[in-house]
């Protein structure tokens, strides 16, 4: 019986590894907004009723690549990860744009206004691959409420693991603009 059970409980470890999709079969616009959960975070759409009581632009450093040799660099995947931080209140991140280390706008993240949960996370991948924000990269990542909240926890992880070598760092979100109460969202 013993057996029956450790053979059946391998069969469906084997079974569920199968049920997930290659990384290849991702389609590509799943592969660069992956959000903890569908359930918790929706889009929206922001108008001039909406009444917003604080929010911020922060941002975000990303080390796609750093030099590790006057002529080499290493490739780093970079997880810019938002953290509703607000246990009872949900918050509105009405942007979050990747910009090259020339100051350009690389790739907008979001087609509108994302709507996360109390206590909600969703994250946005720069893939290992991607070089087009080279070593001075960053977002900047817009939320609002419409009521006072706990501020979020904005910040990225880079990660590489090239060859035997591996490397992982964080990278903290920064606060360069607040909004004032009873602002309104630019279209």
Known sequence: ???????????LVFLVGCMSPPRGQI??????????????????RLDETWKIAMGQTIYVPIYSEIHHFKDRAWQLAATLSVRNTDPKNPIIITFVNYYNSHGELVKKYLDSPLRMAPLASTDFIVDQNDRTGGSGANF?????AETEVYEPIVEAVMVSTTSQQGISFVSVGRVIESKPAAWTPSK
């Open 1 to 11: 019986m013993k057996l029956l059970s450790s053979c059946l409980g391998i069969y």
């Open 27 to 44: 389609p590509s616009n799943q592969r660069n907004l992956v959000t903890s959960s569908q359930v918790s975070s929706q889009e929206i």
């Open 140 to 144: 900047l990542v817009e939320w609002v």
